[in-house]
Nanobody, 128 residues
Framework: QVQLVESGGGSVQAGGSLRLSCATS????????LGWVRQAPEKEREGVAT??????TSYADFVKGRFTISKENSSTLYLQINSLKPEDTAMYYC???????????????????????WGQGTQVTVFS
């Protein structure tokens, strides 16, 4: 059974940083994509970033230059968030898909909300 467990969320002042982590277990994949999705209160879920098994990445325009996605093989996923803004306040979900086709630097992130496997989420709150 696939399990994704997020950690690292919290409350932080605008301009600060957080590092989200996601521990994955319960599978052995060779072709996969991992990613982050966020959902703010009363808003739709939106893809934040994704990374495939080759390490290729794709980011939403609203996080480029501030967020960095990375991984340790397929076991741990990270999201480094810098220069946080109040509008970044949301529940952040770790997501995974296998097999996965990577749709490129611009297209990849558009698929991430459709990934099959989801964690329970970690809350990020940014106050001004």
């Amino acid at each position: 059974q696939v399990q994704l467990v997020e950690s690292g969320g919290g409350s932080v002042q605008a301009g600060g940083s957080l590092r989200l982590s996601c521990a994955t277990s319960g599978y052995i994949w060779s072709i996969y994509c991992l990613g982050w999705v966020r959902q703010a209160p009363e808003k739709e879920r939106e893809g934040v970033a994704t990374i495939d098994y080759h390490g290729r990445t794709s980011y939403a325009d609203f996080v480029k230059g501030r967020f960095t996605i990375s991984k340790e093989n397929s076991s741990t996923l990270y999201l480094q968030i810098n220069s946080l803004k109040p509008e970044d306040t949301a529940m952040y979900y770790c997501v995974a898909e296998s097999p996965c086709h990577f749709w490129g630097e611009n297209g990849g992130v558009r698929q991430v909300t459709h990934y099959t496997y989801w964690g329970q989420g970690t809350q990020v709150t940014v106050f001004s």
